[in-house]
């Protein structure tokens, strides 16, 4: 538990804001270690590869749309859920590979899903005040259809183990990612730190 690891892509909107650092802060601050970083600027085909999803995924975002667009009052008797998700789908290829982004691995108990409670919500605007998205974004999906566009979301952390796995052999090699140990942890985990001195 304390290795497990996860990919977090800082997108092309929080490099070019230049915001890196402070966002990458948190995590340290947090304790978790960065065993893995560099930056990329993507391919259309890395990003379709890192984006992989089935049908069923798609006509769920499309449906995920349909009913944010009949919450605004809008006519939605000819939207087609398929339709609708793959160009979501689409919107998110463009967005990850219009400009340069850092990948990092980091590493830390339970860190998959801490990662993702610092992040926030997809919907920057629904997203709980002291997240990230909150705090750095003032965008929000009703913002971001009205425009057409994809929502800045900022980043991306995997959801799961399996994805995690996943993803980070699609963004680094073996001898990318690498071992040592960190001050926090020896503070933190190692039962000999807080024996009593004899």
Known sequence: MLK???LVLFKPDVVQRQ?????????ERKGFKIVGMKMVLP???LAK?????????????????IVLAQEHGEDTSKMDAREIGLKVWQRNVDYLSCGPILAIVMQGPHIIES???????????MADVGTIRADYSPDSITLSSSS???????????????SAQRE????FKKGEIFEYETAIEKVLFDVSWSLKRK
Not at 20 to 27: A, K, P, Q
Not at 55 to 60: A, H, K, M, P, T
Not at 148 to 162: F, G, N, P, Q, Y
Not at 168 to 171: D, F, N, T
């Open 4 to 6: 497990q690891k996860t």
């Open 148 to 162: 057409d566009r994809t929502t800045r979301t900022m980043l991306h952390a995997s959801d799961s183990e399996k």
């Open 19 to 27: 915001i890196v650092g402070e966002i990458l802060t948190r995590f």
């Open 168 to 171: 980070i052999a699609l963004w």
């Open 49 to 65: 590869e890192h984006y992989e999803t089935t049908d069923e995924q798609i006509i769920g975002m499309g449906n995920k749309t």
């Open 115 to 125: 990662v993702r409670k610092m992040i926030g919500v997809t919907n920057p605007f």
């Open 43 to 45: 391919t259309e085909s």
